[in-house]
């Protein structure tokens, strides 16, 4: 139980102000991205007509994800934004993933992490709004049906990104908080690994697909 709330900081000072770095969350991130870096290049390294292992697995996912980027938005559309939904959805997949490793744990647990992720979608989604509609189309989606709806359509939008950065937070630190409890309980024997194995693969697929999928909404709610 002393495990949780540990957090191994690293504190830069910048004059006044203080830089806060989680360096669990910066490392296990960064171990994230070569296990992606790695299936990249292992998946593409030798493609041909009779495709190995992981390059069935690379075209299976990135045809069946394709596909429903074009659901949500269109071909055109799918060929600009399908990489970066594929890319979203596979960190976010192998990020809560990871905590089924023994003594690594989900960046998504993390709420920097959902959140800055739930940033990214919200400025690219209204940039691509700005640069498809036009600036006054897209300013005009503020004041409709009223004028006096401003406000809220505003407060609607940011909700937007509160709503699934703390969804994924809230699921994959309430997952690690189950486990650690029954764990301390149950003295890790028995029950822990099958939850581990059912917040960490069942769940954090779930959540991840669910993420990427309503940031794929809002990118089509801008731009169309």
């Not at 990871?98 to 400025?123: A, R, V």
Request: with cysteine; glycine share 10%; net charge neutral.
């Amino acid at each position: 139980m002393e495990e949780l709330g540990k957090v191994h900081q690293l504190l830069v000072h910048l004059g006044d102000y203080t830089l806060t770095f989680n360096l669990g969350v910066i490392g296990h991130t960064w171990i994230v991205i070569a296990i992606l870096l790695l299936f990249g290049i292992l998946s593409s390294r030798r493609k041909s007509m009779v495709p190995g292992p992981l390059q069935v697995m690379g075209e299976l996912f990135i045809e069946n994800l394709f596909g429903l980027v074009e659901d949500t938005l269109d071909k055109e559309m799918a060929k600009k934004f399908g990489p970066l939904i594929c890319a979203l959805f596979m960190f976010l997949v192998l990020s809560n993933w990871l905590g089924i490793i023994p003594h690594l744990e989900e960046p998504t647990k993390d709420l920097n992490t959902p959140l800055s992720l739930g940033l990214m979608g919200f400025f690219i989604a209204h940039y691509s709004g700005i640069k498809t509609r036009g600036i006054k189309a897209y300013l005009k989606g503020y004041i409709e049906p009223f004028v006096f709806m401003l406000p809220l359509n505003i407060i609607g939008e940011l909700a937007n990104v509160v709503s699934i950065s703390f969804r994924l937070f809230g699921n994959i630190m309430g997952g690690s908080i189950i486990i650690l409890v029954v764990s301390y309980l149950t003295y890790s024997v028995l029950l822990p690994p099958f939850l581990n194995a059912f917040f960490g693969l069942f769940v954090g697929t779930i959540q991840a697909f669910v993420f990427t999928m309503l940031t794929t909404v809002y990118i089509s709610l801008q731009v169309k």
